[in-house]
């Protein structure tokens, strides 16, 4: 809802700082992935349903398929937090955390469910825990609550900021 003077909560937030705050929150869900799933528990890598990971030459595929895919993620975190910066900057008055957090854990939610679907499901790169896709409708049920809740947090924090922008 507008204020007297006009101005409602989209202009405190812009567009821009959410996307930018989406794209951050995929790279970075991206990079917890890879670094936590893929090098520490070693569950799965990358390409595991393409190359096996029992061979010397198979590992070292999904290894370097596994760093390429870590520096991208860095990559797609970084351009998200610099763009968050940048809109930061660009606004006269500062960007309401809430927000700007549910549309970070949006993106979370989005990479999540984009690995599952494409990933798992219609390219076969590769099955977590080697369990045959049994584990993807969890990780897609997982991932669109991550998604709910991160709107959660977006509406809520929207809501929070026309409330403060009312008051006289």
């Given amino acids: 809802m507008a204020t007297q003077s006009g101005e409602s909560a989209e202009r405190t937030i812009p567009r821009r700082a959410l996307f930018a ?94 690995d599952a679907v494409v990933d798992h499901v219609i390219l076969g790169l590769h099955q977590p825990l080697s369990m045959g896709g049994t584990y993807n409708p969890h990780w897609i049920v997982v991932s669109v609550l991550i998604i709910g809740a991160g709107a959660y947090v977006y509406r809520t924090g929207i809501s929070e900021t026309e409330d403060t922008t009312e008051a006289p």
């Fill in 21 to 114: 705050a989406g794209v951050f929150g995929f790279g970075f869900s991206g990079l917890i992935d890879v670094l936590l799933l893929h090098h520490v528990l070693q569950w799965h890598h990358l390409v595991s349903g393409i190359y096996p990971m029992n061979t010397l030459d198979g590992l070292r595929i999904n290894v370097l398929a596994d760093g390429l895919f870590s520096i991208g993620m860095v990559v797609i975190a970084g351009i998200g937090a610099g763009l968050v910066w940048r809109a930061e900057r660009r606004t006269a008055t500062p960007l309401a955390f809430r927000p700007v957090a549910g549309a970070a854990v949006v993106g979370l939610g989005v990479f999540d469910l984009y």
